[in-house]
């Protein structure tokens, strides 16, 4: 199942607005997509209730897996918010 | 979470049983207001206007039927959360254009930043199951609100 390690760019973390674009992006791909921090459970990543509960800050690493057709193509969109600082996504 | 922690963080008077206003707006003040009320709340209007601002980044309508507006703000001297649930629904610009029925509104010092995401986090966390969901929408007394967040929240 494709996957892979992130660092959480923002300065807000998974939270706020990234957060916002982060699940409106997962909500948009027809296929399972889930993140966690990269020790722990993983969650929906198209549920912003989910993701709010993850608590991931600035700098953390968050794990993505997604399952399905054009999975490589959702895990590059969601790597490029998370990646992205403030005021420039 | 510890006993005195949630005693303090989310008092009896923190709950209201009662619907709040049908606009976002007038809900986030009724909740403003029972922080309010407890004196734990030394600018009102200051208050009010960064819970406005961090909606205005992206509304707090987290899907599932819950809001947590919430914001850090020198007008708080502790981390304070209200509780309030609408029987109706309320439009909260929910992620998942659902109504909102169980608003929580969370207010913490400037200086809390972390404490602020672990009660936000914490508080998800908590209300991601169904039965704690249930409880708080159907609980006849503020006691039973308390105790269903005291036992939820880790």
């Given at each position: 199942m494709p996957e892979r390690v992130v660092t959480v760019v923002p300065e807000d973390g998974l939270h706020a607005r990234p957060a916002s674009n982060f699940v409106e992006a997962a909500s948009e791909y027809d296929i399972e997509i889930q993140v966690g921090h990269v020790d722990g459970d993983l969650v929906n990543a198209a549920s912003m209730l989910a993701i709010t509960g993850l608590g991931v800050t600035a700098g953390e690493d968050v794990r993505l897996v997604a399952e399905g057709q054009e999975a490589e193509a959702a895990l590059d969109e969601l790597e490029r918010i998370l990646s992205t600082p403030e005021g420039e996504g | 979470m510890l006993e005195d922690d949630i005693d303090r963080l989310?008092?009896?008077?923190?709950?209201?049983?009662s619907d709040p206003p049908a606009s976002k707006r007038a809900a986030i003040e009724f909740l403003l207001d029972l922080l309010a009320a407890n004196d734990r709340v030394s600018d009102r209007g200051a208050a009010f206007d960064a819970l406005c601002e961090r909606e205005n980044v992206a509304p707090t309508g987290v899907g599932m039927g819950i809001g947590i507006p919430h914001a850090k703000t020198a007008a708080v001297a502790e981390p304070s959360v209200a509780f309030a649930r609408s029987r109706a629904g309320l439009d909260f610009d929910a992620v998942d254009d659902e109504p909102v029925r169980l608003l929580f509104l969370i207010l913490v010092p400037e200086v809390g930043a972390e404490e602020h995401l672990h009660i936000l986090s914490s508080l998800s966390r908590a209300l991601m199951h169904e039965d704690v969901r249930e409880t708080l929408f159907g609980a006849d007394d503020a006691e039973t609100v308390q105790n269903a967040v005291r036992e939820a929240m880790d």
């Open positions: - | 989310f008092p009896r008077a923190h709950i209201a049983l």
